[in-house]
Each structure stands twice: as C-alpha cells, then as structure tokens.
C-alpha cells in the first residue's frame, strides 16, 4: 500500500487546538460500518455504542515530549530533530530523526533553546532521516522539556492527568 493513500485535506477547524475543559465532552466521531453514515457524539455517550462482549482498550503510555527546534551551526539553517530514544546515557548518544535531512550531515553541530544552551554534533547517519546525535556536556538533552512551549507543555500535562499511568513512553 502506497503512503499516499492517505494524504488528504483536513481543515483547520476540525483539528482540535485544546483538549475539552471537561473531558466527557470531548467530540467523538460514529461511522456505521453498514450505511457508512457519519455522526457526531461527544465521548461520554461512547458506552451507547457497545454490545455485550465487546472489549475497549486503553492506551495508558505516556507521550515522550520529543520534538525539538534548533538551527544549524555556520548557516543558522532551522532544523527539527524527533529524538526516539537515548542509545548510552554515559556516552549521551540519542537515536534522532531530522528535517530537513539533506541539510544534516556527520560533524554539524546543532543548537537548540534560547542562548544555544544545547548543543548536539551529528556523529552518524542511520537512515534517509535518521541520525545519531551526541550531546554536549554543557546541559542535559533530559531538559529538553524545558524548550518546548507553556502551552504544548500544559496540554501534554493534561492529557497525562486523564490517560496515563506508564512511565517513559
């Protein structure tokens, strides 16, 4: 199956910015499987849609805040790196996915939050987008909550309130 299936237009005002103040409420879309008719519920009425038998399943992981925004050293080109998981905590080496890649190469330093208070070097390319990334001794890449902004933090805190209980996911 070809990934551009899935690609299509979906308009800004159906992409919800902030979770429901109360969380029952939360829009919850219904598709009949026989007619293919679509309705709109909110999630509270979701138990209405069970039969005897039927199993729900939750995902209690929580989200790993990953995403960081930087530039690149020399060229002050803007980059984002996706880390995905720390490869040696002694050697501070972390397994990062970068956009736009082409513009990532071994031996670039990258730098990240305001002053360049992080900085990482590329040491090896893994895939088409992959890369391994090697901190530097001057702060902890476990800050890097602390680069993201208040408000995807607070949304993230939120979520985490409602739906998780595993740690480090």
């Known amino acids: 199956m070809k990934l551009s299936k899935f690609k299509f237009t ?10 429901a103040k109360n969380r029952d409420e939360s829009r919850l879309m219904v598709v009949d499987r026989k007619t293919g008719k679509i309705e709109h519920k909110v999630f509270k009425d979701v138990l209405k ?22 530039n690149k050293e020399k060229t002050g080109a803007k980059i984002e790196v996706f880390l995905l998981r720390e490869l040696n905590r002694e050697s501070r080496l972390w397994d ?40 530097n001794l001057l702060i902890r890449i476990r800050t890097v909550t602390k680069l993201f902004t208040l408000h995807a ?14 740690k480090n996911c």
């Open 10 to 19: 979906l308009p800004k005002d159906a992409i919800a910015e902030h979770p």
């Open 49 to 70: 849609y069970f039969n005897d038998g039927d199993v729900m399943i939750l995902n209690d992981t929580k989200v790993f805040p990953a995403r960081m925004y930087g």
């Open 96 to 135: 990062v996915l970068v956009d736009p890649a082409r513009k990532i190469r071994i031996g670039n330093k990258l730098y990240f939050g305001e002053n360049d208070l992080l900085v990482a070097e590329v040491i090896d390319n893994t895939t088409s987008r992959g890369r391994t990334l090697k901190e």
């Open 153 to 166: 933090k607070e949304q993230l805190l939120r979520q985490r309130q409602v739906y998780t209980s595993a």
